[in-house]
């Protein structure tokens, strides 16, 4: 499945493996921190804004079979 980007995230697991693929060289995205609140922290939404050449290059290489539901 592919999207235009950029890709809005909002889930915590999903802004946390944004922040592993940036951090490998894989992905660029813009992620806000978190916003203190009276009950804890909120996390606002995330962007992923490119797949670098070396995302590409590692999504080809080992792709993902998609599961049907």
Do not use: C, W, Y
């Not at 944004?18 to 894989?26: E, T």
């Not at 797949?51 to 599961?67: D, S």
């Amino acid at each position: 499945m592919q999207e235009k980007l950029p890709v809005h995230l909002t889930a915590g697991a999903d802004i946390d493996m944004l922040r592993v693929l940036m951090l490998a060289g894989l992905a660029k995205g813009e992620i806000a921190p978190p916003v203190r609140t009276l009950s804890g922290h909120v996390q606002p939404p995330a962007a992923v804004t490119e797949i670098t050449q070396m995302g590409r290059m590692m999504a080809n290489r080992f792709p993902v079979e998609q599961r049907s539901r």
